[in-house]
Structure formats: structure tokens, C-alpha cells
């Protein structure tokens, strides 16, 4: 295994882009050695962006594709037709062994299809799900799955909870993550047919170190390391962990600026104001992976800036060091040696 | 009809049952006339609790009932043995028509299956959705459903619409309310099994102001009236909402209290801070309506205080002027002739 972390950027993916993620590139490139990054989009176009740096040349190197993907085409027929989409010309690095990884912020269904067919799926596992860490009060969790494959069955949030806990062991250094099920009650005779289902099965999974459900209202308190749901709630709630962050921290700046008082004191507080909110801030932990398939696959957030990129890129080191998707193979196996027996 | 609206009151339901509770009933009956309450529970212990308040001694009548229904209990098991429990005493008021409308603080569980077994569905209503008020940028949405009832089908969001419509016209006054589907994008051929069936029925309804999905990230914005949504995934948004604000807020506490200069600024900032967090604050709009019952049953918070009691109380007033049973009566009715035709 090279030393060299090899990084497949989608230059031309986001609502910041090129710019942004040409810039996050090169930040990456420039805090940390052994990362060398395929940037893929419009050649001119990048060429300009880059030479607005100076960085260490031979670690980006710019792989021309002429075609973008939009966010709202649909992307089992934007994957499938546009094979020069910077989509597609850094998945088929990964895919030809060329790259370790691949970073974008752009069509996340673009992502989810071309990851799936192209990069393709580690042997057994059934689907890769989207796992973004969240913030906490204690630190972050990892919740799983957000992606875009919904009403999934019960074998899948096993594999889910498995995968979530190599990743939260292996990348957080978090020694036997706690598994929590997203459910509506703390009893195991509450949930949807779904939970009722999976509950018992993640009971018996010796290998997963399983505390029960974990209802909505103590997500935010962070006391479960990987919070396994279905991908419809999961996404629900990644989006309302968003959405209502940012309405409360509007809220607070209004009446914060409602009276000279409040005026003042707003003044002194906004350090201390500041601080507390960057921990609530998703961005400033990179992208979310796409686990369970044959190379890394990161999705950062569509209106990601440069540092959110930088954090994305330097996070493939570390997955790559620690051998995720080997240590997920290993352990898929081991449950379907299992299942023979 | 009477002008008086009767409600029957579980007097020993909640963390903070049974003083919270009469001080609640007390309250609500020195602000608005015209509401007669039936306290039920253990006749001692609330005419002891009552001795300590001078109020209009004819508007508030102790029921006895010797039992209490915990939490934890099974509810069908509760409800069905349980036969003196203040739940199931002041559920039969109402049942029997001596009372208009039941508010209890106590076992969610207990309190929808009573709902449905003692005071009956509305003909023509599958399921009684639970529908609690949420804070927006705007004001409130109604988020329904949050019950218990989970894994329900399109013919139900449908009725959970109707009936979500109905309540915003006539007690909050929204004209013509908007409804959303909760979805996880704006698309129409995006979402799980239950939404995509959904969709296409809810665009065909004449007497609702269908405008789409509704993704998680924006349903603090407030730009929805009513929020349709399977009651799994509700109790996910209403737990998380309740949780999420708790853990900014402390967090936001705790950091103004890390410097000198922070401390002196949250001095200043105490007033316009507190005005703002109340606004997201939702015991202040009382308790959730069990919708599509032939009475008005109302569960408040767990952790309900007086002033969240007395708001539920004085709700039942609007609900009961306002026709609201007769008005869903109609419009469920009106939508069966239409199949039968």
C-alpha cells in the first residue's frame, strides 16, 4: 500500500464551485504531506483557478472532464450518459485503482448512484449507507444511514450498525462505540414494524456493542456513539438538526438587536457566542462517507466552502490509514461465514 | 349547546401531578369564564390541594377516582383494568356527554388508546391523529401526526390533512392553510413508499391547499401551516425539536459563562434572550389535540406546568366554539359520499 493518499476531487460539484473547491485542494495539499489530489472539471477553468497558488505542483494534478451534473438531473440517466462529468471521471479513478478516494459536493443522487455503480459495493454488503457525523454536547455521533436508498429492511440497519461502529472505532478512536436505533420510545416493544423487526436482531450481534433505542429528544445529548436509522429519518433528521440550528441562532441575533441594552451586551458575548456555535457547525467535520464500497466515497455538503473541503480531503487519510473498508470486508464475511454455518 | 365548555381534567396524570395540575384548572378558570372543570383523581388529596386557592368554587368539581395509571404501564392493559383511574373516570365524562373535552398529562400511550376505545372515533376517521402546535419563524405550524399509531397509510395523511386544515382555519385562524408532506426533497418522485403513494392523492384533493413536499430543513421556517407526516417519523421532528433547542440553549449558557466579558454581555442580553427563547418555547401553546374523536381529548407535556395546563384548558373553549368535531364530521362525510358516488 502506497504511502500517498490518492484524492479524486469533483471540482466542478457545489454551489461554490470551482472556487472553493479548488481552494479547499490546495489547503489540503499545503497542511498536510502525502496527500495527492485528481482534480477533474474543465481544464481551463482549473488551470486558471490553480494559479492563483502556490502550493507543492506535483500533488494536484488536474484530470480534464468536459461535463457537469446538475443537482436536479436525475441520477441513475446522469451517471449512465454523461461519462465526462466530473462525477464520473473521479469515480472511475477509484474505480481503476488510480485513487484511494473520491470527494464531492455536488448531486448527492449523482453520488449515491455513481458510488453504487461505478466504485461499486464491497462483497455482502447489501447497501452503503450515508453517514455524516452530527454535532453533540459531548463531541459528535455518527448517525446512519442519510442517504437517498429509503425503506430499508432489517439486514441492512444491522449491516448499518457495523459498519457505523468500525468507522466511530477506527476514525474517532472511539474503543466500542455504543449503538443506539432510532425509535419512539425506550422500550423494546415500541418502534414501527421496521425497529420491532431489527431490535432483536441487533441484540444478538455480539460484535455490536448495542444499548437500545434512542429517542429523537436525546440525540443532541450525544450519549450514543452511532445512532442507526433508516435513511428517510435519518435524513429528517440531518435536516432539521440544520434547519432548526440555524433558525434558533437567527432568533437569538433579532432579539439580540432589539433594544441598545441587548445591543451592548450582544458585543461582549459574541466570542464567547461565536466559539459555542462553531461546535454546532456540521461543516468544520468534513464530508459524510459513503460506506461499505470499494474505495472511499465522501459527499460534503452542497454549499461547502473551502475548509469544509480541506476537512473532507484530510479525512481520507485517516480512513485510508486505518484500513476501513478492509476491517468492514472482514467483518461482513465473518457474519456470512456465520449465516453457513 | 351550552356556553359552558366542560372539561374533564386528569388531576393525578404528569411529572408534576396532582399540584401543577390544580393550580393549572385554578388558573384557568379565574381567567376566562365560561369553563366548568372536573378534576378527577383522589378526592382527598385534591380537595386538599384546592383548599389552598380561592377561585369560583361552582366551576371546579372533584370526580373521585381511586387509581392512577403510570407511565410505564401497557396501555390497552391499563385502560381495560384500570376502570377508577382518573384517565378512564374523566375519559367516561366525556363519553357520556358531562363533558365537552378531557386534558391529561399523563401516559400518551394510555391517553390515545382511551381516545379510541372510550371516547370513540368520529365515523368516517380511520385513525385519530395526535397534532401538537410547533415553533416557527412565523408563529406555529401544526405537525401532524406525532401519535403512536405508526406505519399508517396514504388514505390516513389524507384524513391527517383534512383534519390538520380544519383545526388551523378555525382555531388559529389561518385562512385557507397550506399543507406539506414531509419529504426528503422538493420532488415529487422523491421519498419512501407511504410519501410517493401519498403525493398524487393529496394533489387531487379540492378542499386542501396542497403545496408539496416539505423538507425537514425548512419546516422551522414556518412556511407550511400544516406538516403531514406518518406518526414515526412526526414523534422523530417533535422530540428532536424539543431536544435540540435544550442542548443549543445550554450550550449557549454555558458559553456566555466562560469569560468576565461574555458574563457581563449575558447580563445585558438576559432580557431579549429570554423573550426570544420563549417564542420557541412549546408548552406556551398548550397541549396537542387527539384529532377525529367524537369528544376533545388533549395531551400536554409530561413535564407540564400550571401555565401549560391552563392553556390547554382555555384551548378546549376555542375548539368547542369553533365546531371543530362537527366541521371534521362534515368533511370526512362529504369525502365518503364522494367514493360512494
Not at 490518492?6 to 490546495?26: S, W
Not at 450582544?266 to 454546532?280: E, G, H, M, R, Y
Amino acid at each position: 500500500m502506497s504511502d500517498i493518499t490518492r484524492v479524486a476531487l469533483d471540482a466542478m460539484g457545489g454551489d461554490n464551485a470551482p472556487a472553493e473547491i479548488v481552494k479547499g485542494a490546495v489547503a489540503a495539499v499545503k497542511k498536510q504531506k502525502g496527500i495527492k489530489i485528481y482534480l477533474t472539471g474543465k481544464e481551463d477553468v482549473l488551470k486558471k483557478e490553480l494559479s492563483a497558488y502556490t502550493y507543492p505542483e506535483e500533488m494536484i494534478e488536474i484530470v480534464p472532464a468536459t461535463e457537469v451534473i446538475e443537482t436536479a438531473e436525475p441520477p441513475v440517466m446522469a451517471i449512465r450518459k454523461k461519462k465526462d462529468s466530473s462525477i464520473v471521471v473521479a469515480m472511475n479513478l477509484v474505480k481503476q485503482g488510480k485513487a484511494d478516494a473520491f470527494v464531492s459536493a455536488g448531486s448527492s443522487g449523482a453520488v449515491l448512484v455513481g458510488g453504487q455503480v461505478l466504485v461499486g459495493r464491497i462483497k455482502g454488503v447489501e447497501r452503503p449507507p450515508l453517514a455524516p457525523l452530527i454535532p453533540t454536547e459531548k463531541g459528535v455521533s455518527l448517525l446512519i444511514d442519510c442517504g437517498a436508498n429509503v425503506d430499508a429492511r432489517p439486514s441492512h440497519l444491522v449491516q448499518f450498525a457495523r459498519m457505523g461502529s468500525i468507522y466511530m472505532e477506527s476514525v474517532l478512536g472511539r474503543k466500542n462505540p455504543t449503538v443506539g436505533i432510532v425509535n419512539i420510545g425506550a422500550e423494546e416493544e415500541k418502534g414501527n414494524a421496521l425497529v420491532k423487526e431489527t431490535f432483536p436482531l441487533l441484540k444478538e450481534c455480539k460484535d455490536i456493542n448495542f444499548v437500545g433505542s434512542v429517542e429523537a429528544r436525546d440525540i443532541p445529548s450525544g450519549n450514543v456513539d452511532v445512532i442507526v436509522c433508516e435513511a428517510f429519518a435519518g435524513n429528517v433528521i440531518l435536516k432539521l438538526y440544520e434547519g432548526l440550528g440555524a433558525t434558533l441562532i437567527k432568533k437569538i441575533k433579532k432579539g439580540l438587536m432589539s433594544s441598545l441594552r441587548s445591543k451592548i451586551g450582544a458585543l461582549l458575548i459574541k466570542p464567547a457566542l461565536k466559539a459555542t456555535l462553531k461546535d454546532f457547525d456540521a461543516s468544520q467535520y468534513g464530508g459524510a462517507p459513503l460506506l461499505g464500497l470499494k474505495g472511499l466515497v465522501v459527499k460534503t455538503h452542497g454549499n461547502a466552502t473551502a475548509n469544509e473541503v480541506c476537512n473532507s480531503i484530510v479525512q481520507c487519510v485517516t480512513f485510508k490509514e486505518q484500513r476501513i473498508n478492509e476491517k468492514i470486508q472482514e467483518a461482513v464475511q465473518s457474519q456470512e461465514e456465520k449465516k453457513e454455518s
